[in-house]
């Protein structure tokens, strides 16, 4: 029994002992109150926010984190939202780009994959919806980068 619960510590904790380290989401979100919504979930899920002002600071954010999602508001300053999404869909190595937006619907869902993104999210962020996909982001991320390189966005 000893052996099993050390494994499975192990499992848990990453390595022996050790909390496994928080994954880097970057977010291009100026709105205060999601903002605070992603803090909430960033202190509870084990994220390491980074906050950013601007598409190249995203990208670049996203890029030097190897961060696996970038949550992006869909009225970003200075870019077309679409641009944004594909040029941030385009770090290395490529994350899952969540577009977050005040109406939803299939047609943009539909849009942002074909741009290069992942998800939609109606904004002001929900915590549980939001957590949900920024688990579900990591999670395909995670399962798909060892893979083919493709990331193709989830149903919704």
Known sequence: MGRMWKALQQFVTGRAGEPSPATP??????????RD????????????????????EAWN???????????????????????????LASADPRPCVIL???TTDEFLWKEIVTRGGYDVLASPL???????????????WKSTS????????RRV
Not at 25 to 31: H, K, Q, T
Not at 37 to 56: A, Y
Not at 69 to 76: D, F, G, I, S, T
Not at 130 to 136: E, P
């Open 25 to 34: 989401v970057v977010a291009l979100v100026r709105d205060g109150q999601d």
């Open 37 to 56: 919504v992603l803090e909430l979930i960033g202190i509870r899920d084990h994220l390491d926010l980074h906050f950013t002002e601007s598409c190249d």
């Open 61 to 87: 954010a996203a890029n030097r984190f190897k961060s696996p999602v970038v949550l992006c508001e869909r009225n970003v300053a200075g870019i077309e939202w679409r641009d944004a999404v594909r040029m």
């Open 100 to 102: 977050t937006s005040p």
């Open 126 to 140: 929900r915590d549980t919806d939001t957590a949900r996909s920024i688990r579900l982001a990591v999670s395909y």
């Open 146 to 153: 060892r893979g083919n390189g493709r990331r193709p966005g």
